[in-house]
């Protein structure tokens, strides 16, 4: 979406959760859908808005276990 014509949407965004530590991006493990890490953004777990990747990302952050930023693809 654009931001200055959020009703002009000619193609969805998606964005992902990146580990500043490492590169890797997160994904929600099958098994027990816990946190786990892959190295394609293609695999990762994709937030359809930004608002929520960023909610993601800030409440990871202050669990403190690794530092988290949002990436658009």
């Given at each position: 979406?654009d931001?200055?014509?959020?009703l ?6 998606r964005?992902?959760?990146?580990r500043l530590?490492?590169?890797s ?6 098994d ?10 293609a695999?990762a777990?994709l937030?359809?808005t930004?608002?929520a990747?960023?909610?993601a990302?800030?409440?990871?952050n ?7 930023d949002?990436?658009?693809l």
């Amino acid at each position: 979406m654009d931001p200055d014509s959020p009703l002009a949407c000619t193609r969805a965004r998606r964005y992902v959760l990146q580990r500043l530590s490492d590169g890797s991006y997160v994904s929600i493990r099958p098994d027990d859908e816990g946190l786990g890490d892959v190295s394609d953004p293609a695999e990762a777990y994709l937030f359809h808005t930004h608002e929520a990747a960023l909610r993601a990302a800030r409440e990871l952050n202050r669990l403190g276990a690794d530092g988290f930023d949002v990436v658009r693809l």
